[in-house]
């Protein structure tokens, strides 16, 4: 049976930090990605990093699969053709050690211990029953489609080329981050109910007017100054439509006004932040000159006054 460094295969040492793992995987993952990768291994490498992160991001299992790497680099013999990343062992070297319940339960169906125990992966030992390898695909998805949800047809690169097309359902809410399991639709395991499955990381993609941030939603909003300065009802766009917001009178650049429950749906739902952004019209004539030298002249108003009493004082 091998046995995988996942410490090697991520390159990181023993005792990286969870946050060096994350960044080691999407680095490795944007690496790798077959839709992007020119690497003719690219798809092992893919999976082999998605296995990698699944085992060493939980707790639990990297604990548990800790006290198995420390067991195989003590009593284990190197396989010379895993390149330093594999190990070879025995039934006999589990004897009374307790590691098979250990590796059932960091692996589970995945190894095969619960369909014929160790046997099944001796050489010789009779027929295997493998699990496929799960698969991880990172899904861009737009700001509408996170807010209404909808579905997507994908398409998995297969081992040896071509692909295989999958019709995703999108989850209305979905935030940045989130990821999607589809069980049964990764790579064929030697019987149907042992396929592996497929991991789908959500990214948003970009908008040209709001900023997301998990469920809230943020707009920066243009205005006038005779707007911000007398207040007024605008019109302005959310996620789920048009609607009127009432500005205050002698509001300020930067100053922000909340939508409650207009950001992405959940429960509770986000929330819509809108931030105000006075811009002055473009003075291109004698009368736009005079209504603002007017304004000038009669107004008293020093925008930098709090400078002033900072700095004498």
Known sequence: MEFKDYYRIMGLEPDASAEEIKRAYKKLARKYHPDVSDEPDAQQKFQEIGEAYDILKDP?????????????????????????????????????????????????????????????????????ARRGEDIRYRLRITAEEAFAGGSRQITLTQPGGGGRKINVKIPKGITHGKELRLKGQGQPGSTGDLNGDLYLEIELAPHALFEIEGKDVTLM?????????????????????????????????????????????????????????????????????????????????????????????
């Open 60 to 128: 639990g299992k990297r604990a548990e699969y800790d006290q198995l790497r420390t067991y195989v680099n003590q009593q284990g013999r190197r396989d010379a053709a895993g390149g330093g990343q594999r190990f070879t062992f025995e039934e006999s070297d589990f004897e009374g050690t307790g590691f098979e319940d250990l590796l059932k339960s960091i692996f589970g169906e995945q190894t095969g211990f619960g369909r014929g125990g160790f046997r099944d992966f001796r050489s010789g030992g009779g027929a295997r």
């Open 221 to 313: 909003l243009p205005v006038s100054p005779w707007e911000a300065a007398l207040g007024c009802d605008v019109e302005i766009p959310t996620l789920g439509g048009k609607v009127n917001l009432k500005i205050p009178a002698n509001s300020q650049s930067g100053k922000r006004l909340r939508l409650k429950g207009r950001g992405l749906p959940g429960a509770p739902p986000g929330d819509q932040f809108v931030i105000l952004k006075i811009v002055n019209p473009e003075v291109t004539g004698d009368q736009e000159r005079e209504l603002f030298r007017q304004m000038w002249e009669k107004m008293d108003f020093d925008p930098r006054g709090n400078m002033k009493a900072a700095h004498h004082g």
